[in-house]
């Protein structure tokens, strides 16, 4: 082999090696950031929500294009009150995926945790009518809410019932419901909302509080009565419990 020759094959080596060493760094980088992403999620199950964010911050700078780790970013202040700053995280989770439903929804749920109805109902009236999307009783029970806390209540109950319809289990479309016609001084459809929910998850301590409130408020005071003592069986040593041992005076 002459010199020549020589000096042309050992650049180009040398290039070659430099594309599979960059090439092996950037696997590594992005198995680490799985990992922590992976571990990240892991914490989340646990609620041990400051070691989540610790984790999801790593994977954030070594996947700073995945969709996945910006909406549990998202989560991770949500579940830590502070909505404000889920915000952004949730945006950029839709920029990088705008199909990413479930980080759309975890939007909306951020607007209506900082009270800003309009723009919650933007997010969810959007995604109500993805057809592909495989859970509309969510955003149509979040479209309830933000409408009762706009005090819109025919409209509040329109899309409670459109998520029934959708899901005749979505206990928390249930109470809603029963929320708004109490609100709406309905206390026979409130009674009878509270006490559907109640038949699918009779476990459900706030209902049992709902309905006693119903009672209440159509002066059925022994049935309201016969709840609060319910709940003091059903759940003692709760807040519940104290609630109802408050509301009955003891």
Same mark, same amino acid.
């Given at each position: 082999m002459t010199r020549? *020759?020589?000096?042309?094959? !050992?650049?180009?080596?040398?290039s +070659?090696?430099?594309?599979?060493?960059?090439?092996?760094?950037?696997?590594v980088k992005n198995y680490q950031g799985e990992a922590s992403r992976d571990l990240g999620e892991a914490y989340m199950q646990e609620g041990n929500y400051s070691a989540a964010?610790?984790?999801l911050l790593k994977a954030e700078k070594s996947l700073p294009k995945d969709p996945f780790v910006q909406n549990d970013l998202g989560l991770v202040y949500m579940a830590k009150n502070r909505p404000d700053l889920s915000v952004p995280y949730f945006k950029k989770a839709i920029a990088l995926n705008p199909d990413y439903a479930p980080a759309r929804n975890n939007l909306g749920t951020a607007y209506?945790?900082?009270? *800003?109805?309009?723009?919650? !109902?933007?997010t969810f009236q959007? +995604?109500?009518e993805d057809l592909l999307y495989a859970s509309p009783h969510l955003p149509l029970t979040n479209l309830g809410w933000a409408y009762f806390n706009k005090r819109d209540f025919p409209i509040s109950v329109k899309y409670y019932k459109a998520?029934?319809?959708?899901?005749p289990n979505f206990v928390p479309a249930y109470r809603g419901l029963g929320q708004t016609y109490l609100a709406m001084n309905r206390f026979a459809e409130a009674i009878e909302?509270?006490?559907k929910g109640l038949e699918i998850a009779p476990r459900f301590a706030p209902l049992y509080l709902n309905l006693a409130d119903a009672y209440t408020a159509s002066q059925n005071r022994p049935a309201a009565i016969e709840t609060y003592k319910k709940v003091i069986a059903l759940f003692?040593?709760?807040?519940?419990?104290e609630t109802a041992k408050q509301m009955l005076g003891d």
């Open positions: 020549g *020759k020589l000096f042309w094959i !050992i650049p180009a080596l040398l +070659l090696a430099l594309v599979a060493c960059n090439h092996q760094t950037k696997e964010l610790r984790e209506l945790a900082l009270k *800003k109805w309009d723009l919650a !109902i933007e959007s +995604l109500s998520a029934i319809h959708n899901n909302s509270f006490e003692p040593s709760t807040e519940y419990a």
